[in-house]
């Protein structure tokens, strides 16, 4: 083989980021390549839940909306999320679910374009993104959405522009393929047509360089790359130029100017405050928060370096393990965000396979095994071990036992 896990070893130890695998709780003889689905646990996080409930909730009960910022949680959470986007403080606010923020950030976006009656949504972008838009249109009433995308017949953005668009709704990393957009050459083009831009950050914040300082909105999850836990806060960005004219649709009473003052009408809060809903869900702030100690000591250059070198590595050694599987993902890592995609055919099975033999990936509708690849905690020899494992599934046909052959509910 071209490099050898010797060679991986010696990688490993020149990683400047190394010193934070020790940060997480892995389980032994695993290697997780899920990271882009469902991120691993901080070692810290139990403890500092556990202090939440106890301590916080038990002890101190109703009294820690003060002496805990329980109150302030979704601005002081976002205002630690926005440098790993490219965000000003004041600009991002942590709550709720990606699809919520989906909602408000569309609903909040098109009424700045009046006259404009097109929204575009890109077919590759993941599924809730396009059932949300729908559920906007509908809700808005009289908006036609206009589909760009891969897949055979579709429009591309230079055909999909045009005077009647008002805004479009792309993901920087496609979920299935890891396909990157040129972030700063997309948002220019859109805003130049006099739409506005809105982001999905979903598969890219905490994985790649991210920068939407000059995008009109974007969203984005944090269980995934950023560690926050399952069902962790997501967050809306809305540019500091359009605070004063965007409007919540759902105009909750923690979004309100003067909550307590407790006045029948509603009053937006100045700036992105006015975002805010419901009551925020502290002990998943708690554990958000907890990770993002740990991504405030992260260089993110060196996290882009070690993404790209990961998965490089990763497709070199496939091409020559595992010469027949067909690579979905750009082969050049300017277009690649810290994904590495395979088609195959009997593609569930496979990875249930490699589930069976440690290493963790998953599938992908209609035929994709997706590898995520989470710089903070993985190593080049655990891509050097996925990759020689996938080969023996392959070249054994292990995949082929009846027990394979059943679809799990989530696969």
């Excluded at 709550?95 to 609903?107: C, L």
Aim: include cysteine; hydrophobic fraction near 40%; charged fraction near 25%.
């Amino acid at each position: 083989m071209a490099i050898s896990r010797a060679d991986c070893q010696t990688l490993d130890e020149q990683d400047p980021l190394k010193g934070f695998r020790d940060e997480f709780t892995l389980p032994p003889d695993v290697v997780y390549l899920l990271g882009n689905s469902l991120g691993a646990l901080p070692r810290r996080t139990a403890a500092r839940v556990a202090h939440a409930v106890e301590s916080e909730w038990g002890r101190h009960l109703g009294a820690s909306w003060n002496t805990a910022g329980w109150w302030d949680l979704p601005q002081t959470t976002g205002d630690r999320i926005a440098p790993l986007i490219g965000a000003g403080p004041g600009e991002v606010l942590a709550g709720d679910s990606t699809s919520v923020n989906i909602f408000k950030a569309v609903t909040a976006a098109l009424p700045l374009r009046p006259g404009r009656r097109v929204i575009i949504s890109d077919l590759d972008n993941f599924p809730t993104d396009r059932y949300v838009v729908e559920g906007a249109a509908r809700a808005l009433g009289d908006y036609e959405i206009r589909d760009i995308g891969t897949v055979d017949g579709a429009l591309n953005l230079d055909e999909a522009l045009g005077d009647d668009v008002a805004m479009v709704l792309l993901s920087q990393v496609d979920y299935r393929t890891g396909a990157m957009h040129d972030i700063d050459a997309v948002t220019a083009q859109v805003q130049a047509a006099g739409a506005l831009m809105v982001w999905d950050l979903c598969h890219s914040a905490g994985a790649v360089p991210v920068d939407v300082s000059a995008a009109d909105l974007a969203i984005g999850c944090t269980y995934k790359y950023l560690n926050g836990g399952p069902g962790a806060p997501a967050y809306i960005y809305v540019a500091s130029r359009h605070h004063e004219d965007v409007r919540n649709v759902i105009s909750g009473w923690h979004g309100h100017a003067a909550p307590f003052d407790f006045e029948p009408g509603y009053r937006p809060a100045d700036g992105v405050r006015r975002f805010a809903s419901g009551s925020p869900p502290v002990l998943s702030y708690t554990a958000l928060n907890a990770s993002l100690d740990i991504w405030e000591r992260v260089d993110l250059r060196h996290l882009r370096a070690k993404s790209v070198s990961m998965t490089s590595l990763f497709i070199d050694l496939v091409d020559e393990l595992c010469p027949g599987l067909t690579l979905a993902s750009p082969r050049d890592a300017d277009r690649r965000g810290s994904q590495v995609s395979y088609r195959h055919p009997d593609g569930y099975p496979v990875v249930r396979a490699l589930v069976d033999r440690g290493v963790m990936g998953d599938y992908r509708e209609p035929d994709i095994i997706r590898f995520g690849f989470a710089p903070l905690y993985l190593r080049h020899v655990d891509v050097y071990d996925a990759a020689t494992t996938l080969a023996e599934v392959l070249s054994k046909e292990l995949w082929r036992d009846e027990q394979y052959q059943r679809r799990l509910t989530v696969t």
